[in-house]
């Protein structure tokens, strides 16, 4: 009780400190007090996601009509050495990489030059995505992402990207209800998206129609980590787009991508 007590003091003392911050600590406290009738779905939405997950290699071809050539981070050999090395020098610990070739791929082969994503964390999706990106004059990734809750952490998001790719970047720091507006106001249609923030049911309902709405006929839906409630199995079926499920790795049966392709014409 003591420590969940100290937990909470220092919550409200961290958002205390960030006003632009305030209206996701008041959207925190909404959920706490009355969750969504879906949060807690963890156990069916696995195994859902069990029952049709396929390998990141099969999700790409699927998607793109094509195997992937090589991982990404084979083919960017040195700058994810680099990017590596800057992380463990780092004092945060924040998410992992994810599914960086399906993303890699997919922009490539979509020649997608309008993306948004959600959520970057030391920002190895973002890395992906621009690297995709990177020999496309219109070219642009807009990124929206918090802090880590209770870490100094403010300074350290995106800290894998290199200054040489960051003429295509906008990161606007602010969570997904203040930050995905403006993100949509700036890019307007898009070609790609990926969700990677608020994992919540009621997160993941506010914001994936949005994105699909600013999604063109033919662009790609991203979500990660939806075997954390049905809110993508929900949200694909209310589209009516056949959902792609893919296993991040096939040591972990527990962590899913998810991905839809939205109908052309």
């Known amino acids: 009780m003591a420590n969940n ?15 632009r911050l305030y209206p996701q600590a008041l959207q925190l406290a909404r959920n706490r007090l009355a969750p969504a009738p879906g949060e807690k779905t ?6 859902w996601c069990r029952s049709r997950a396929i390998s990141s290699d099969e999700a790409i071809e699927r998607i793109t009509g094509a195997p992937k050539e090589q991982p990404v981070e084979q083919k960017y050999a040195a700058l994810f050495a680099e990017a590596q090395a800057r992380v463990a020098a780092s004092p945060f610990v924040m998410g992992g990489a994810g599914a960086l070739d399906l993303l890699y791929w997919t922009a490539r ?12 964390a030391y920002g190895w999706s973002s890395l992906a995505l621009l690297l995709a ?13 918090m802090p880590y809750i209770k870490a ?9 990207v290199p200054q040489a790719l960051r003429a295509k970047w906008t990161l606007i720091r602010l969570a997904d209800r203040q930050g995905l507006p403006r993100a949509l106001r700036e890019m307007g249609s898009i070609d790609l998206c990926h969700y990677d923030s608020d ?7 506010w914001a994936y129609p949005r994105l699909w709405a600013a999604l063109r006929p033919g662009g790609c839906f991203i979500s990660d ?28 049966d527990s962590k899913f991508v998810g991905a839809l392709l939205k109908p052309a014409g």
């Open 199 to 205: 994992k919540s049911y009621a997160g993941r309902m």
């Open 133 to 145: 990106l990177e020999d496309r004059p219109n070219a642009r990734l807009v990124s929206t992402d």
């Open 109 to 120: 082969r979509l020649q997608a030059e309008r993306v948004i994503e959600t959520g970057v």
């Open 225 to 252: 980590d939806i075997g954390d409630n049905l809110g993508f199995h929900d949200f694909a079926r209310a589209t009516g787009v056949e959902p792609i499920v893919l296993r991040l790795t096939e040591e972990d």
């Open 5 to 19: 007590l100290v937990g909470k003091f220092q919550t409200a003392i961290w958002f205390l400190q960030r006003p």
């Open 42 to 47: 963890r156990a069916q939405a696995i195994e």
């Open 152 to 160: 100094e952490s403010d300074n350290a998001v995106g800290m894998v």
